[in-house]
């Protein structure tokens, strides 16, 4: 008995908040004078906006609810707790109508313990780290998530003045891992520590939230003018991470009737579905069908980055015309990983499948994708692919990732079969908690009929073209690489791929680049989203060049209203700008 008790006291020791022994390197209190004002406080904050959500994060990339509270305050000099039931007991209680900027707001089911937490901005808004949405952001208290849940408040801030207030009394540590037991989160909100690639689709900004809203814009579609308006309905379900939009287009022209697009077979009902996922990006388990967004399979040696999207006339979720409605589906457990994608759910043409089993620090798999309805010379014709590859991860610390990866694949088109094998490397850095660079390089040989990344965003929109250069391929080297910097709110990134050797050929070099802009703080409440992707193949020699980019920009001008801009080019240029206006009960 003397023995379990001398444990227990040792143990209530090292977990107390004066050794501090508990706290991992993102969590040691910046020495004093601590923060005491709250624009600086709010400043901290928000450059951990867009980091995404993980479970017991505290910055290395993400957070969860409490580690971003516990974060931003030891940045601040003030030594919280890990965990949102323990953060409960610091500070001073705080009645509900009297809440000031910088306060802890606490969240739970009824009749459970504490489970959520965040710091209140002011003017009925607050930032945290939200599983549903994925990533930290800014919310509205009004929704009624929050209004259901709210439970207390605390003041850790000394003051909103800046001038030096009471001493704080401090809360003990009980737990250290937020989301365990009884909270675990569900597979669908639940991701690895890596921050997930951005999405090379052509994504227009939603508000998150369940909501009824109204899009209007004049935008062109197939080169004429027009003007579309466009009722819409959201629901979200964030412990599920659900989302259901629905829009009806409606387009106007001049000397045109008013349409809602053609009815001749049975899946143009479904254009008015614009998104439906279940699962947040990257989650263990993610299902959505979607028109926006893009795939990849496995290491991307045949499905990369695929973005059905870019092959339609009009604005993606605002058009009329026929567009594809792309599945993509993911489960993983500890020691199997499945992957699925359809081009279109409803009218199938390019499908893929991928299998990966972990081994400890090395994961093999298989992929294999085909496309039914490929061309060549204004023929149907099939491509078959499958691959097989492995990663080994060298490295993993809290600054730094590496991988080391190797691909063998082969491809059946023409009537022939191709090979190509890849090897590489892919390593992240985290030098600054608001700070990630990312890198990967790729080479290897490839032979007849095989081209690396064939499935890839260009794909579905020049068809023809590549079914050309495939006939004309021959064995050759071929290096790839890509680079991404995050800095808080920014990521910008590209990418550059090249043959090499005499019989090198156009397709071979792929470029790519991407601009990524989230919350970006204007004025007042006003906040900027933009977002600008180029993708190309051969983009310097004239006939066989496939070159596709979009781009969004949208300026959140109130909580219930956005402006907004859209640009696309497939086959030709479309775009046009509008004014969104939300309401969210």
């Known amino acids: 008995m003397s023995g379990a008790v001398l444990a227990c006291a040792a143990l209530s020791v090292l977990l107390t908040p004066g050794t501090e022994s508990w706290r991992p390197d993102e969590l040691k209190v910046k020495p004093p004078p601590p923060v005491?004002?709250?624009?600086?406080?709010?400043?901290?904050?928000?450059?951990?906006?867009?980091?995404?959500?993980?479970?017991?994060?505290?910055?290395?990339?993400?957070?969860?609810?409490?580690?971003?509270?516990?974060?931003?305050?030891?940045?601040?000099?003030?030594?919280?707790?890990?965990?949102?039931?323990?953060?409960?007991?610091?500070?001073?209680?705080?009645?509900?109508?009297?809440?000031?900027?910088?306060?802890?707001?606490?969240?739970?089911?009824?009749?459970?313990?504490?489970?959520?937490?965040?710091?209140?901005?002011?003017?009925?808004?607050?930032i945290h780290a939200s599983s549903g949405r994925g990533e930290v952001v800014v919310a509205n208290l009004s929704q009624s998530w929050f209004q259901d849940r709210l439970v207390s408040a605390r003041r850790v801030l000394t003051s909103t003045t800046g001038v030096p207030g009471p001493a704080i009394p401090e809360a003990p540590v009980r737990e250290l891992v937020e989301h365990q037991g009884r909270f675990s989160l569900p597979p669908m909100v639940r991701r690895p520590s890596r921050r997930p690639p951005p999405s090379f689709g052509p994504e227009l900004a939603g508000a998150g939230v369940t909501s009824l809203g109204f899009r209007s814009a004049f935008l062109t579609e197939a080169g004429v003018l027009g003007a579309v308006l466009a009722p819409e309905a959201t629901l979200h379900v964030e412990s599920w991470a659900l989302d259901v939009a629905v829009a009806v287009?409606?387009?106007?022209?001049?000397?045109?009737?008013?349409?809602?697009?053609?009815?001749?077979?049975?899946?143009?009902?479904?254009?008015?579905?614009?998104?439906?996922?279940?699962?947040?990006?990257?989650?263990?388990?993610?299902?959505?069908?979607?028109?926006?967004?893009?795939?990849?399979?496995?290491?991307?040696?045949?499905?990369?980055?695929?973005?059905?999207?870019?092959?339609?006339?009009?604005?993606?979720?605002?058009?009329?015309?026929?567009?594809?409605?792309?599945?993509?589906?993911?489960?993983?457990?500890?020691?199997?990983?499945?992957?699925?994608?359809?081009?279109d759910a409803v009218d199938p043409q390019l499908f893929g499948v991928g299998l990966a089993v972990p081994l400890g620090p090395v994961q093999v798999g298989l992929t294999a994708a085909s496309d039914q309805q490929a061309e060549l010379g204004g023929e149907r014709r099939a491509f078959n692919a499958a691959e097989a590859h492995g990663r080994w991860s060298a490295l993993s610390n809290r600054s730094w990732d590496l991988d080391l990866t190797v691909s063998a694949a082969g491809v059946l088109a023409l009537g022939e079969a191709g090979f190509g094998a890849l090897g590489g490397a892919r390593g992240q850095w985290r030098p600054r908690s608001t700070v990630t660079v990312s890198a990967e390089l790729r080479a290897g040989i490839a032979g007849p009929r095989f081209l690396s990344g064939l499935f890839g965003p260009t794909y579905l929109a020049y068809r023809g073209l590549f079914g050309e250069g495939l006939a004309e391929l021959h064995r050759r080297g071929v290096v790839e690489g890509r680079a991404e910097l995050a800095f808080g709110r920014i990521q910008v990134g590209g990418g550059y791929g090249q043959g090499f050797g005499a019989r090198r050929h156009p397709l071979d070099q792929r470029l790519e680049a991407y601009v990524n802009l989230a919350a970006l703080p204007l004025a007042r409440a006003r906040r900027l989203d933009l977002r600008l992707v180029l993708m190309s193949r051969s983009l310097f020699d004239p006939r066989l060049r496939a070159f596709t980019a979009h781009g969004g920009a949208r300026v959140t001008l109130t909580d219930w209203a956005f402006a907004e801009l859209y640009v696309q080019k497939s086959e030709t240029w479309e775009g046009g700008g509008g004014l969104t206006v939300t309401w969210a009960p």
Request: hydrophobic fraction near 40%; charged fraction near 20%; proline fraction near 6%.
């Open 36 to 126: 005491i004002d709250f624009d600086q406080l709010q400043a901290l904050a928000l450059t951990f906006l867009g980091r995404p959500y993980v479970t017991g994060g505290v910055g290395s990339p993400g957070f969860d609810c409490s580690g971003f509270v516990c974060r931003v305050y030891a940045e601040a000099g003030y030594g919280l707790p890990r965990v949102s039931r323990d953060q409960a007991q610091a500070g001073l209680s705080v009645p509900l109508d009297a809440v000031q900027p910088g306060d802890l707001l606490f969240f739970a089911e009824d009749g459970e313990p504490i489970s959520h937490v965040g710091i209140y901005l002011g003017d009925g808004s607050m």
């Open 249 to 343: 287009p409606v387009r106007l022209e001049v000397d045109e009737d008013i349409t809602v697009g053609t009815f001749e077979r049975w899946q143009d009902y479904t254009r008015f579905l614009r998104h439906l996922s279940l699962g947040l990006p990257g989650a263990d388990l993610e299902l959505r069908l979607s028109r926006l967004g893009d795939v990849s399979l496995g290491t991307g040696v045949l499905v990369d980055r695929l973005a059905p999207g870019t092959r339609i006339r009009g604005v993606p979720g605002l058009s009329v015309a026929r567009s594809p409605l792309t599945f993509f589906g993911r489960a993983r457990a500890s020691w199997v990983e499945v992957e699925a994608m359809l081009d």
